[in-house]
């Protein structure tokens, strides 16, 4: 069970969007992370990709997602070796005016020398009949650890207000 929640860092996106939310210099001082994210993209539809690379490797990555849109539900998935992680999806501009998704991504020893775990709760917030709510797993074959985490969307530039919090977890 996690003792320890500490935040190392967060970011709120300023006037004029930004294309990318980067967190650097990650201290391995932690064994697990958690990244809490709220955006919007500035993408032209009713949502958009969160995607997530780390340490700027654009590679091995794969994930499976369940979801429910309010009228329908299913699974994909994401073949292994693409590159980055797909975590949710966000908000476009043509959903509801002024509505944020939020992400929950956690990712269990961050700083082992395994493959790394990733898991993602996550609801697209809209005032409409088509909302998405879904849970994604997915896996970075890699073994380095985690030292850098880039979020992005797959199609538009986060808009002003998004945000993102990146805590460290100590187990005992």
């Known amino acids: 069970m996690a003792d320890t929640y500490t935040l190392i860092s967060s970011v709120t996106v300023g006037a004029g969007g930004a294309s990318s939310i980067d967190f650097t210099s990650i201290p391995a001082t932690y064994t ?3 990244v809490k994210v709220s955006a919007r ?3 032209s539809l009713a949502y958009d990709n ?3 690379t780390f340490n700027s490797n654009t590679s091995s990555y ?3 997602r369940i979801y429910g849109t309010g009228s329908a539900t299913g699974s994909d998935s994401d073949p292994a ?3 980055s992680y797909y975590a ?3 908000d476009g501009n043509t959903s509801t005016s002024n509505t944020f998704a939020n992400v929950e991504i956690y990712i269990p020893n ?3 020398s395994n493959y790394k775990s990733i898991s993602s709760d996550s609801v697209e917030e809209e005032n409409a009949s088509t909302a998405y709510v879904q849970l994604t797993a997915g896996l970075w074959s890699n073994s380095a650890a985690i030292s850098s985490i880039s979020l992005g969307c797959g199609h538009g530039n986060f808009v002003q207000y998004s945000t993102a919090y990146l805590y460290g977890i100590k187990n005992s």
Do not use: C, E, K
Request: proline content about 0%; aromatic content about 4%.
């Open 81 to 83: 070796g693409t590159s």
């Open 88 to 90: 949710a999806l966000v």
């Open 62 to 64: 794969s994930s499976r």
């Open 50 to 52: 969160l995607n997530i």
């Open 110 to 112: 961050a700083f082992g």
């Open 41 to 43: 993209s500035s993408r």
């Open 32 to 34: 697990d992370l958690l």
